[in-house]
């Protein structure tokens, strides 16, 4: 195993019952020291069955998984004391203060009392909830017990930090500051493995992602290699400009398949499958024409999500 | 496999924190107005009916948890018979299903512990809750006697009550267990606690009634033939209680009364036991008939029920322990 690898998989697999099915079919995984990692992919695909097998919460019927250089059924201690889990709806005893759930996970984790007590003062102050420290978590929001949860593995300073669906159910602005924090893990170093359903924002923190289907990987790697396989080798750009028929002018370039209006907004949308930059900036400027924006539409992950399932849905 | 690291890692954590959930909890305030209730009771019917035998009665302590007035016949440990089980089962019916409910287990579980430490340390907290609300009545009993009976306790009178809160205690910890199994089998925690309430009215009240119809059912299959005759030796009529009394010592609850009774009546046995003590070469020719048994000898004489209780209780806890190694931890 190479060294910047903190979590590989291999094979992994895992049945439920008698029946054919597999509830994570063969899936590899690789995940790298220091980025952050979506597993994406519809309710049932296996995405949570999948991170239950890597922190060893259940067996896998069949491959291996090896987090840190370890077997997290063999040595579970090992991996469960540098990895932080932050369940899906995750829950806490709402009869304790958030400062005595915490002291209490950190008694679980090995940490001493003092270095315990000034890990949560710092760690509850990264994830904004310093006033709020020793109110029951009872009168705890939703999204306030998803930030708990994350000081708890920003607490156990973990290197890997395990995510499932944490932004579900959280209001915009609340995922925003999530999603903040949970680049802040990355600046720390520490790896992210996350499994979500919001495309979008998925895409903005995510350095690569892997795409669930019925239990197997349909796809992996970055968004834009995604939109590659998907897609198709797109360039295409978003482009306003004042002078006339510039539709048309830009029609006329080579590469250019359509030019369009594009779904929301001002300007025009064309679409290439190579770059035309220097070719569309020469086309726009002639004749005394104004370019006034020029940008590079990079695919959405919600394209490529959305294109992919009625693929599969056509192929079935 | 063997398996790194200490499994007992995190069990006096959980066990503090569970410990401390119970005392603060609203089930320990029930326990407490038990105990208050109990206690005084048992008091006051001593005061009304045992003060005048204290010259008369070498064990006037011990007939504080004997003594059953006429009008009531429920003496204060055949209460313990029944309350216990039920704080048991107050203590334990959701202690695993409770975890998954808040959805803290998988939380829980994440941290460098094995499942181990969080099964032993809830189940030592709730026995320790449990000997607590134990101590507690009895210093109230003992103190209350005192003060009523107006002569302090023999050192041997203490001696069997505190053995009596050490067969209490595991008494306790078979409830305890079979609670805590059920809360590991069902999700619902009123599944749980109508399951477990279930099995004590069974083997409390239902056992006692089944039993000798079994031994009634396979006595022509088991007797010699001469019993079937009509001319039984003293032997055969022994093992044949003998074997009553095993089927008999499948619910808890006989068990546990075998064990008051050896130790609180040192001078009032049953013909059966009479019978067994002249029988058992450790106690039988250092009786003297007529006399009461040494504290020694009814400690002998309960070790069988007391061993019988611990070790029912490992196996309760050890079935749990399997069946919960197993559970797939998604909440
Ligand atoms: N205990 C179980 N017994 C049988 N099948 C199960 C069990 N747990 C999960 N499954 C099945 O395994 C598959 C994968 O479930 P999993 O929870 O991993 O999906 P997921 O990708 O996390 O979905 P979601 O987005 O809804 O959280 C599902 O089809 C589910 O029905
Ligand atoms: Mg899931």
Redesign the pocket.
């Given at each position: 195993m190479s060294d910047d690898l903190v979590i590989e998989a291999k094979g992994l697999t895992?049945r439920?019952?008698r029946g054919p099915?597999l509830?994570?079919d063969h899936i590899d995984l690789a995940i790298k020291k220091g980025e952050i990692f979506g597993?994406l992919?519809?309710?049932?695909?296996?995405?949570?069955?999948?991170?239950?097998m890597v922190l060893g919460l259940t067996e896998s019927t069949e491959g291996t998984v090896s987090v840190l250089g370890h077997d997290p059924l063999r040595e579970p201690l090992q991996v469960k004391r540098r990895v932080g889990y932050l369940p899906?709806s995750v829950g806490f005893y709402d009869n304790l203060s958030a400062r005595e759930n915490l002291i209490f996970t950190a008694r679980l984790a090995g940490i001493d009392k003092a270095e315990a007590g000034k890990r949560i003062e710092e760690s509850m102050a990264r994830v904004r909830l310093t006033d709020v420290l020793d109110n029951r978590v009872a009168t705890y929001s939703r999204g306030m017990r998803q930030r708990l949860g994350l000081a708890e593995i920003l607490m156990k300073r973990a290197e890997i930090a395990i995510l499932?669906?944490p932004t579900s159910g959280l209001d915009p602005h609340a995922t925003f500051e999530f999603l903040e924090m949970i680049r802040g893990l990355k600046a720390d170093g520490v790896a992210v493995l996350v499994?979500s359903?919001a495309l979008e924002q998925v895409q903005s923190v995510c350095d690569r992602v892997a795409l669930?289907n019925k239990?197997k990987i349909a796809l992996q790697g970055t968004v834009e290699e995604l939109g590659e396989q998907v897609l198709g080798l797109r360039h295409d750009l978003l482009v306003e400009a004042d002078g006339q028929d510039i539709a048309a002018r830009l029609g006329k370039i080579e590469g250019v398949s359509a030019v369009e209006p594009p779904g929301s907004g001002r300007g025009l949308l064309v679409r290439a499958d190579r770059d035309v930059t220097a070719e569309v900036v020469a086309a726009a400027t002639r004749d005394g024409g104004r370019l006034r924006q020029i940008r590079a539409i990079e695919p959405s992950l919600q394209a490529i999500y959305n294109r992919y399932f009625e693929g599969v849905k056509d192929a079935a | 496999m063997r398996r790194e690291g200490s499994p007992f890692t995190g069990t006096g954590a959980v066990f503090a924190k569970e410990y401390a959930d119970h005392l603060g909890s609203a089930r320990m305030r029930v326990i407490e107005a038990l105990v208050v209730i109990v206690g005084v009771v048992v008091v006051w019917v001593a005061m009304r009916d045992l003060k005048d035998k204290v010259t008369q009665d070498q064990f006037i302590f011990l007939r504080l948890f004997t003594y059953a007035p006429e009008s009531n016949p429920v003496n204060f440990a055949g209460l313990l018979t029944f309350l216990i089980p039920l704080v048991a089962i107050g203590l334990g019916f959701d202690a695993i299903n409770g975890e998954f409910n808040r959805r803290t287990m998988s939380r829980v579980l994440s941290q460098p512990i094995y499942r181990d430490a969080l099964l032993i340390g809830k189940f030592l907290a709730g026995l320790a809750t449990l000997a607590t609300g134990l101590i507690a009545l009895w210093l109230l009993v003992m103190g209350g006697g005192l003060i009523v009976l107006g002569v302090p306790p023999s050192g041997e009178e203490v001696a069997r009550g505190l053995a009596f809160l050490v067969i209490a205690t595991a008494y306790g910890g078979v409830w305890l267990a079979i609670a805590m199994l059920c809360s590991i089998i069902f999700r619902s925690a009123a599944t749980s606690a109508l399951t477990a309430l279930g099995i004590w009215l069974f083997f409390s009240f239902l056992w006692p009634v089944i039993a000798p119809a079994i031994f009634d059912g396979i006595l022509p299959l088991i007797a010699p033939q001469r019993v079937l005759a009509g001319s039984a030796t003293a032997d055969d009529v022994a093992g044949l209680l003998d074997v009553q009394q095993l089927i008999m010592r499948f619910s808890p609850t006989v068990v546990f009364q075998e064990a008051w009774l050896g130790v609180f009546s040192p001078d009032q046995f049953t013909e059966q036991q009479i019978m067994r003590i002249r029988l058992d070469p450790r106690l039988g020719h250092r009786v003297i008939p007529g006399s009461p048994l040494s504290f020694g000898q009814s400690l002998l004489m309960v070790w069988p029920q007391f061993t019988f209780m611990v070790a029912g209780a490992i196996v309760i806890f050890t079935l749990g322990y399997v069946s919960f190694q197993r559970q797939?931890v998604?909440a």
């Amino acid at each position: 195993m190479s060294d910047d690898l903190v979590i590989e998989a291999k094979g992994l697999t895992r049945r439920y019952g008698r029946g054919p099915t597999l509830a994570v079919d063969h899936i590899d995984l690789a995940i790298k020291k220091g980025e952050i990692f979506g597993l994406l992919g519809p309710n049932g695909a296996g995405k949570t069955t999948t991170i239950l097998m890597v922190l060893g919460l259940t067996e896998s019927t069949e491959g291996t998984v090896s987090v840190l250089g370890h077997d997290p059924l063999r040595e579970p201690l090992q991996v469960k004391r540098r990895v932080g889990y932050l369940p899906d709806s995750v829950g806490f005893y709402d009869n304790l203060s958030a400062r005595e759930n915490l002291i209490f996970t950190a008694r679980l984790a090995g940490i001493d009392k003092a270095e315990a007590g000034k890990r949560i003062e710092e760690s509850m102050a990264r994830v904004r909830l310093t006033d709020v420290l020793d109110n029951r978590v009872a009168t705890y929001s939703r999204g306030m017990r998803q930030r708990l949860g994350l000081a708890e593995i920003l607490m156990k300073r973990a290197e890997i930090a395990i995510l499932d669906e944490p932004t579900s159910g959280l209001d915009p602005h609340a995922t925003f500051e999530f999603l903040e924090m949970i680049r802040g893990l990355k600046a720390d170093g520490v790896a992210v493995l996350v499994s979500s359903h919001a495309l979008e924002q998925v895409q903005s923190v995510c350095d690569r992602v892997a795409l669930f289907n019925k239990g197997k990987i349909a796809l992996q790697g970055t968004v834009e290699e995604l939109g590659e396989q998907v897609l198709g080798l797109r360039h295409d750009l978003l482009v306003e400009a004042d002078g006339q028929d510039i539709a048309a002018r830009l029609g006329k370039i080579e590469g250019v398949s359509a030019v369009e209006p594009p779904g929301s907004g001002r300007g025009l949308l064309v679409r290439a499958d190579r770059d035309v930059t220097a070719e569309v900036v020469a086309a726009a400027t002639r004749d005394g024409g104004r370019l006034r924006q020029i940008r590079a539409i990079e695919p959405s992950l919600q394209a490529i999500y959305n294109r992919y399932f009625e693929g599969v849905k056509d192929a079935a | 496999m063997r398996r790194e690291g200490s499994p007992f890692t995190g069990t006096g954590a959980v066990f503090a924190k569970e410990y401390a959930d119970h005392l603060g909890s609203a089930r320990m305030r029930v326990i407490e107005a038990l105990v208050v209730i109990v206690g005084v009771v048992v008091v006051w019917v001593a005061m009304r009916d045992l003060k005048d035998k204290v010259t008369q009665d070498q064990f006037i302590f011990l007939r504080l948890f004997t003594y059953a007035p006429e009008s009531n016949p429920v003496n204060f440990a055949g209460l313990l018979t029944f309350l216990i089980p039920l704080v048991a089962i107050g203590l334990g019916f959701d202690a695993i299903n409770g975890e998954f409910n808040r959805r803290t287990m998988s939380r829980v579980l994440s941290q460098p512990i094995y499942r181990d430490a969080l099964l032993i340390g809830k189940f030592l907290a709730g026995l320790a809750t449990l000997a607590t609300g134990l101590i507690a009545l009895w210093l109230l009993v003992m103190g209350g006697g005192l003060i009523v009976l107006g002569v302090p306790p023999s050192g041997e009178e203490v001696a069997r009550g505190l053995a009596f809160l050490v067969i209490a205690t595991a008494y306790g910890g078979v409830w305890l267990a079979i609670a805590m199994l059920c809360s590991i089998i069902f999700r619902s925690a009123a599944t749980s606690a109508l399951t477990a309430l279930g099995i004590w009215l069974f083997f409390s009240f239902l056992w006692p009634v089944i039993a000798p119809a079994i031994f009634d059912g396979i006595l022509p299959l088991i007797a010699p033939q001469r019993v079937l005759a009509g001319s039984a030796t003293a032997d055969d009529v022994a093992g044949l209680l003998d074997v009553q009394q095993l089927i008999m010592r499948f619910s808890p609850t006989v068990v546990f009364q075998e064990a008051w009774l050896g130790v609180f009546s040192p001078d009032q046995f049953t013909e059966q036991q009479i019978m067994r003590i002249r029988l058992d070469p450790r106690l039988g020719h250092r009786v003297i008939p007529g006399s009461p048994l040494s504290f020694g000898q009814s400690l002998l004489m309960v070790w069988p029920q007391f061993t019988f209780m611990v070790a029912g209780a490992i196996v309760i806890f050890t079935l749990g322990y399997v069946s919960f190694q197993r559970q797939e931890v998604r909440a």
